[in-house]
């Protein structure tokens, strides 16, 4: 079955710095991947997403990048803001139901 | 409001007390499914479901029962808990399995003793 792993599991900015998160997948077949942001108390929630056919999507200060070839996707967050601390998580999705997750990232954005 | 609601946010029972945690969407979601949280390990799916009556297991079904009698109802049951299952749980909903991303419940931190 798919395998998401997800580097690094904890990391530290400063305010106005860019984070970046690393995921990559074993199934080839994958063809949707979904970040998730989850704040403390919360669940889940979606904030950017990609399919395989695009290699670059952006909205606002986040970024998502894929590389078919290796298997790899990234979250990019630029300007980064004290709010945006929080877990992220990346996800992987090879037929309709057989969606697996990383095993996120902690993130700190320092003021 | 559009969202996926959770009972109870917070648990601590005894080893071998029968206990269902209820999820509740009020999207009309055909597709619900039920995660656990463990430091580490992300996001594991325990079971899902298509839609009304159809039910399936996901990675880590051992322990847990679920039952999908009507659309926006999706409850967990744990018949005989046990400390391995010491988590926290996520009720998720999306209008298919197909659909962009999943809604999720704000979880339910389960305390086995």
């Known amino acids: 079955g798919e395998n998401v792993e997800q580097h690094p599991s904890t990391l530290s900015v400063q305010e106005g710095d860019s984070a970046v998160i690393k995921c990559t997948y074993s199934?080839?077949?994958?063809?949707?991947f979904p970040w998730y942001k989850q704040e403390l108390g919360k669940g889940p929630q979606l904030i950017i997403d990609?399919?395989?056919?695009?290699g670059e999507k952006k909205d606002q200060r986040i970024a998502v990048t894929l590389n078919k070839t290796a298997k790899h996707f990234s979250l990019h967050i630029t300007e980064t803001q004290p709010e945006d601390s929080a877990v992220y998580f990346c996800?992987?999705?090879?037929?309709?139901?057989?969606?697996?997750f990383g095993a996120g990232t902690r993130l700190t954005v320092k003021p | 409001e559009a969202q996926v609601t959770q009972n109870p946010r917070y648990l601590i029972t005894v080893t071998g007390k029968k206990l269902t945690v209820t999820c509740s969407q009020n999207?009309?979601?055909?597709?619900m499914s039920w995660y656990r949280q463990d430091p580490g390990l992300g996001l594991r799916q325990i079971y899902y479901?298509?839609?009304?009556?159809?039910?399936d297991k996901g990675d880590v079904p051992e322990g847990y029962k679920v039952s999908r009698k009507e659309k926006r109802n999706f409850p967990l049951i744990l018949e005989s808990p046990s400390p391995n299952q010491t988590s926290l749980y996520f009720c998720?909903?999306?209008?298919?399995?197909?659909?962009?991303?999943?809604?999720f419940g704000s979880g339910t931190r389960l305390t086995v003793v």
């Open positions: 199934d080839s077949a994958s063809n949707y």
């Open positions: 999207m009309n979601h055909e597709y």
């Open positions: 990609i399919r395989s056919n695009v």
């Open positions: 996800a992987a999705r090879r037929n309709n139901n057989d969606m697996r």
């Open positions: 479901s298509m839609n009304v009556e159809v039910t």
């Open positions: 998720a909903s999306s209008l298919s399995s197909a659909s962009r991303g999943y809604t």
